[in-house]
């Protein structure tokens, strides 16, 4: 007798903290919780997390990121901190350093979400990428932006698209596991023809 399928496909998920002071023990990270929490709500799929915590140096962010892919075999892989203009904030630089193509749509998006709050924005250098059939994400770094960003800003005028009702479908399309989101935290979007029946 075969085991019936589950409900929903599980998913790997890394989350990477760039931070020299909280690596160090400076004070408690606060990004890989904010992740897990709002990523937590918005997913109905049964994820396996792999974490790491670790300082901005830019060979280091970029192992972490081909250990996570290649090694850990993690579907998404959302980073928080290291992307503004500072000397040691070199998140974006290790990401495409190990990147097969780029997304820029989502750190348009999210520049465009964070530009409603603050003209600073402009100054954030977040970028996506595609490793394998992995797409990997530069997030903000503190937790009311990462919210922010993946969830958007639906009641504003005009609403703001999150960036993550369009991650779902890319990993679809890159031959990832079909990820399902409670649409109160966040509606997914996929065309029709992608859509797959509930189980």
Partial sequence: MTEPRPAHDPVR????????????GVY??????????WLSRALKNPVTWVTRLIPDEQTGISAALVELVDTERCDLVLTTGGTGPAPRDVTPEATLAVADREM???GEQMRQISLRFVPTAILSRQVAVIRGQALVI??????KSIAETLQGLPDTTPPAHGIFAAV?????LIGGPYLETHDEVCKAFRPKSAQRPAR
Avoid at 138 to 143: E, M, S
Avoid at 168 to 172: A, Q, R, S, T, V
């Fill in 168 to 172: 779902p479908y890319c990993i679809d």
């Fill in 138 to 143: 530069n997030l903000p770094g503190q937790p």
């Fill in 28 to 37: 408690q990270d606060q990004g890989i919780p904010a992740l897990q929490d």
């Fill in 104 to 106: 820029p749509g989502f």
């Fill in 13 to 24: 998920i890394g989350l990477v903290s760039v931070s020299d002071r909280a690596s160090s």
